[in-house]
C-alpha cells in the first residue's frame, strides 16, 4: 500500500516562511512527479508546484516564493515557502503520480493535507 504523508504546516505571520515536506512510502516502483496542491475554504484545489525528472511547474500566483525540491533516493519532496500572504491559508496537499511494484500504470496518489494558515 502507498502513502504519502506530509509534516510542516502551522500558524505563521504575513511576510513569514514555512517548509513542507512529504514522503512516499509503500511498495513503490517508480515515481514520475511529486509535488504539491492546496484547497482554501469554498475554494477549488488549485496546483502550487510539481517536480518531474527536469522539469518543475509552479503556479503564477508563486511569484518565485516558493520553491520545491526531490529527493529521488529518499521518495520525499519539499515545499520551502518564503514571503507568505494571507492569502495563502489553505490546506496543502502532497501528490505523486507514480507506479506501485504491483501496478502496470502511473496513478495519481494524495496525502492527507497539512494546513497552512497565514495570519497576524
Known amino acids: 500500500q502507498v502513502q504519502l504523508v506530509e509534516s510542516g504546516g502551522g500558524l505563521v505571520q504575513p511576510g513569514g516562511s514555512l517548509r513542507l515536506s512529504c514522503a512516499a512510502s509503500?511498495?513503490?516502483?517508480?515515481?514520475?512527479?511529486m509535488g504539491w496542491y492546496r484547497q482554501a475554504p469554498g475554494k477549488q484545489r488549485e496546483l502550487v508546484a510539481t517536480?518531474?525528472?527536469?522539469?518543475?511547474k509552479y503556479a503564477d500566483f508563486v511569484e518565485g516564493r516558493f520553491a520545491i525540491s526531490r529527493d529521488n533516493a529518499k521518495n520525499t519532496v519539499t515545499l520551502q515557502m518564503h514571503s507568505l500572504k494571507p492569502e495563502d491559508t489553505a490546506v496543502y496537499y502532497c501528490?505523486?503520480?507514480?507506479?506501485?511494484?504491483?501496478?502496470?500504470?502511473?496513478?495519481?496518489?494524495w496525502g492527507q493535507g497539512t494546513q497552512v494558515t497565514v495570519s497576524s
Open positions: 501528490y505523486g503520480l507514480l507506479m506501485p511494484v504491483t501496478g502496470l500504470q502511473f496513478d495519481p496518489y
Open positions: 509503500g511498495r513503490i516502483y517508480n515515481i514520475h512527479t
Open positions: 517536480a518531474a525528472t527536469g522539469v518543475t
